[in-house]
Structure formats: structure tokens, C-alpha cells
């Protein structure tokens, strides 16, 4: 019964989820430089992005390389949202699951328009597809 009902307030990213680069070590398309991926980037254009579990939005702004981004914290849990090209929510506010957060873009340092997604567990990166699973399953 609890599964249930946790699986009614999560939701995914994206309305149509493609890896286009995985969690882990990786050569840096950028870079080219062998280093760790804290995150999965997610093949998108100009879709928008979502709430994937109930939070409030702790930080929406720039930086030179994930752009354009929302941070949503919910419980222990941090979930980034990077290299947007619109946001529709500010830094504060109390968001659900599905709530629309923004537009897909290829802010910061990019090779194309994409979603990077990353899930932190008390500050701790996890593989955010383990993460959806666990908690959609």
C-alpha cells in the first residue's frame, strides 16, 4: 500500500526519457578529459521538465557550466535540473510532483541542447536512474 502511494506522487523528468550519457566515469564531451559524471544527461528539445517528488525549489540560477538551473530539495534529498533555457518557478517556492519547472535548453557548457539531471542523498551524489527506479518500482 505505501509503494502505491509513493508511486502516485513521483514523476519522471521528462515526458520521454533517453540517456545520452550515464552516471560514472566517462571522457568528457567538452573536455575530453576522463572525469566523473554526477549525473545522467537526457536527451530533450525545448521539452519542459518536471517536479519529480515533492519539495521547494532551493536555488535557480547560472553558472558556467550547467547553466541555466533549479535545485529542488525534498527531505534529504537535492535534485538538479541544468542547462535550461527557461525556468517557470523561483527560489522558494513549495512545488509537487509534476509541478512544470522549466524549458530544456544548452545553457553553459554544452555540445547540444539537453537535460542534465542529477540526485545528491545528504549531499552525496547517487545515479539518478537507480534513484527513479527505487522509487517509481
Do not use: W
Not at 542547462?83 to 555540445?111: E, K
Request: hydrophobic letters at 40%; one cysteine or more.
Amino acid at each position: 500500500m505505501i509503494k502505491l502511494f509513493y508511486c502516485c506522487l513521483l514523476a519522471l523528468p521528462l515526458r520521454h526519457m533517453v540517456l545520452t550519457s550515464g552516471y560514472g566515469y566517462r571522457v568528457h564531451p567538452v573536455t575530453g578529459q576522463f572525469c566523473f559524471h554526477s549525473g545522467v544527461d537526457l536527451q530533450a528539445r525545448h521539452d519542459t521538465l518536471f517536479a519529480v517528488m515533492p519539495g521547494h525549489v532551493a536555488f535557480v540560477g547560472y553558472d558556467r557550466l550547467t547553466g541555466l538551473h533549479i535545485r529542488l530539495a525534498s527531505g534529504d534529498f537535492t535534485l538538479l535540473y541544468g542547462h535550461l533555457s527557461q525556468v517557470f518557478v523561483l527560489a522558494g517556492d513549495s512545488v509537487n510532483s509534476y509541478t512544470p519547472l522549466g524549458i530544456t535548453g544548452s545553457s553553459g557548457r554544452v555540445t547540444g541542447e539537453h537535460l542534465h539531471f542529477s540526485v545528491s542523498y545528504r549531499q552525496v551524489p547517487v545515479n539518478p536512474l537507480l534513484f527513479l527506479n527505487r522509487l517509481l518500482h
